[in-house]
């Protein structure tokens, strides 16, 4: 069955940017370790996902940071061919030979459309905080994953930006991955 997913990296005190919107603090982290196939833990994760949708301020850092004007190989090199969905209210950049989709508004017939193209695999929400809320309050998002970094930024993009209670949310897993802690949480949809 497909799961809607935010699968994230976030620092100890809940963001998952700093507050000039940069995932560099990210890169400054030794890196996570591989299981025992050799896999990294991204690369597995991401075998299974069949669609993904990302924020404006997301995709244009990741445009901006790896250059995807100029490289615009670098996008299929981390995402292969499978289609993405950017939210946003701007008109932003394409990357040449990619499957992006711009697109704005309600989370809902967005997600239908990346249900029919992900298939039997799952969505990937990559972020922002507040695009994975919309699909929280929607009641669309099934899990939420998080690698807890060794880092406090002060301030910056919030994991969550919204209040989602206990009752909501379940934990089914927790490890240990080199320097990361990854929580696992079950998401009920709003009551």
């Known amino acids: 069955m497909t799961k809607t997913q935010y699968y994230t990296a976030t620092s100890i ?46 995709y244009e850092w990741v445009f901006d940071h790896d250059k995807l004007g100029d490289n615009p190989e670098k996008w299929s090199s981390y995402y292969g061919d499978v289609p993405s969905w950017v939210f946003t209210h701007r008109s932003l950049p394409p990357i040449p030979g990619a499957t ?66 206990s009752s909501r949310l379940t934990l089914t897993g927790m490890e240990q991955r080199g320097p990361f802690a990854y929580l696992t949480y079950a998401v009920a949809a709003p009551a």
């Open 13 to 58: 005190d809940g963001f998952i940017a700093d507050s000039r919107n940069s995932l560099d603090w990210l890169f400054e982290t030794e890196g996570e370790r591989a299981d025992d196939t050799g896999t990294d833990p991204f690369s597995a994760f991401f075998t299974q996902v069949g669609a993904f949708a990302m924020g404006a301020t997301t």
């Open 100 to 165: 992006v989709n711009f697109v704005e508004g309600d989370v809902r017939p967005v997600h239908e459309a990346m249900r029919a193209a992900a298939a039997d695999k799952n969505i990937w929400i990559v972020g922002g905080g507040e695009l994975a809320g919309a699909f929280a309050d929607a009641g669309l998002l099934d899990e939420i994953i998080l690698g807890v970094a060794p880092v406090t930024l002060g301030g910056g993009a919030p994991l969550l930006p919204r209040r989602l209670t």
